[in-house]
């Protein structure tokens, strides 16, 4: 199984609609979990940043982690043409540990 | 906003040729990071660094693979002899380690440096 799994495929959504992203993780001992976006040809920018278990929101994002069932997920509300961007999720045992990423998600925003 | 910065943008080389990549971390930052992300695959971790020394690497950084940190600001990524398999976005991170509040101790990543081996 492979450390973490996310699955690649593009996503297409009207403006304003909710973003759904998730991804799954085999390595129980992940504490850390980030969402990462990027940009085409950019390095990963950190977009929500959690520990252990819980929800947190900033804004339009939110970030939900369940370690019970080793997944994680991010939604965000009101989706813009500006949120157009590959999303990454990642995750570390520690904050400085490595971190393990998914694939991404190509996520488009249609105005 | 402090950020980390890498040169050069774009590096194309023949294989066999040594390539060095740069970083400049964030100046308050102590832990040092390389990952690269082939076309269209992961962000694979390679190396990371501490207190001069590497503290964590993957089993693609082999013997082909050095890092080191001349001076205060500067950290770099050396390959030996570069193959075609490793043409790909090279990513510096840092992170500030000790005493980082929290939400401030991940990695903060660099634009990458684009290495074409031809």
């Known amino acids: 199984q492979k450390e973490v799994e996310q699955d690649p495929g593009p996503l297409s959504v009207p403006e304003g609609a909710i973003v759904s992203l998730n991804c799954t993780y085999s390595?129980?001992?992940?504490?850390?979990f980030m969402w990462y976006r990027q940009y085409s040809r950019k390095g990963p920018e950190l977009l929500m940043y959690?520990?252990?278990?819980g929800n947190k929101e900033d804004g339009r994002f939110t970030a939900q982690v369940d370690k019970s069932s080793k997944y994680i997920s991010l939604f965000i509300r009101d989706s813009q043409p500006s949120d157009s961007a590959t999303y990454l999720c990642?995750?570390?045992?520690?904050?400085?540990?490595?971190?393990?990423f998914g694939k991404g998600n190509q996520v488009v925003v249609i105005p | 906003e402090p950020e980390v910065t890498q040169t050069p943008s774009h590096q194309v080389t023949q294989m066999g040729q040594e390539v060095i990549l740069r970083c400049v971390p964030i100046?308050?930052?102590?832990?040092f990071y390389w990952y690269r992300q082939i076309l269209g695959q992961k962000v694979e971790f390679l190396v990371s660094?501490?207190?001069?020394?590497?503290?964590?690497k993957s089993e693609i950084f082999d013997d082909q693979f050095s890092v080191e940190r001349p001076d205060g600001s500067n950290f770099t990524l050396k390959i030996r002899s570069t193959k075609l398999e490793d043409s790909a976005m090279y990513f510096c991170?840092?992170?500030?380690?000790?005493?980082?509040?929290?939400?401030?101790?991940?990695?903060?990543f660099g634009p990458g440096t684009r290495l074409t081996v031809l």
């Open positions: 390595n129980s001992a992940f504490q850390y």
């Open positions: 660094f501490y207190n001069n020394e590497i503290s964590e």
């Open positions: 959690t520990y252990s278990s």
């Open positions: 100046s308050n930052h102590l832990y």
């Open positions: 990642a995750m570390s045992p520690w904050g400085n540990n490595r971190l393990a």
């Open positions: 991170a840092s992170i500030p380690g000790q005493g980082a509040k929290f939400g401030e101790d991940t990695q903060y």
